[in-house]
């Protein structure tokens, strides 16, 4: 099992920024890709970023320019820094690794970006 802990979320006024953490532990070897993901209220949880154990990287269109996905796999961690903040970012955004055809999903972090 694997197990996802969050940190980095929080109160943001619009323009600024955030740093988003995930730290994996547990039964570790064979993730495949670590993405973040985020859920509004009354939407539906959506892929904001994605990086594979290659380091190949996707981003949703609404956060290119603006968001940046990294790991490192010495340390088991993901993070996802969000510039240039905007109100409709505001979210639970949720860390996911996948390994061996199973999800893996963090308790979520809220951001709340102020206009």
């Known amino acids: 099992q694997v197990q996802l802990v969050e940190s980095g979320g929080g109160l943001v006024q619009a323009g600024g920024s955030l740093k988003l953490s995930c730290v994996a532990s547990?039964?570790?070897?064979?993730?495949?890709?670590m993405d973040w993901y985020r859920q509004a209220p009354g939407n539906q949880r959506e892929l904001v970023a994605s990086t594979s154990s290659g380091g190949s990287t996707y981003y949703t269109d609404s956060v290119k320019g603006r968001f940046t996905i990294s790991r490192d796999n010495a340390k088991n961690t993901v993070t996802l820094q969000m510039n240039s903040l905007k109100p409709e970012d505001t979210a639970v955004y949720y860390c996911n690794a996948y390994r061996y055809g199973s999800y893996h999903w963090g308790q979520g972090t809220q951001v709340t970006v102020s206009s």
């Open positions: 547990g039964s570790i070897s064979g993730i495949s890709t």
